[in-house]
């Protein structure tokens, strides 16, 4: 997902990825816009999951 689209369907991933890993907040779900890399480090870190991983749940989404 490139962050155009994910820009465009930020509110609504967020929403499924917060149903799906209880464990995210708020916080670790700010997308701020040119900040991709540091959103996927935190859900990255969070889920103890690597980049790659993260990247394609929010593909799968």
């Known amino acids: 997902m490139n962050s155009t689209e994910l ?3 930020w509110n609504e991933l967020k ?10 907040t708020d916080d ?14 935190k859900v990255q870190q969070k889920l103890g999951k690597t980049k790659e991983e993260v990247q394609k749940i ?3 989404l």
């Open 7 to 9: 820009k465009g369907n």
């Open 15 to 24: 929403g499924k990825l917060k149903q799906q890993y209880a464990d995210l």
């Open 28 to 41: 670790d779900l700010l997308y701020e816009e040119g900040k991709e890399d540091e959103l996927y480090g």
């Open 58 to 60: 929010i593909s799968d």
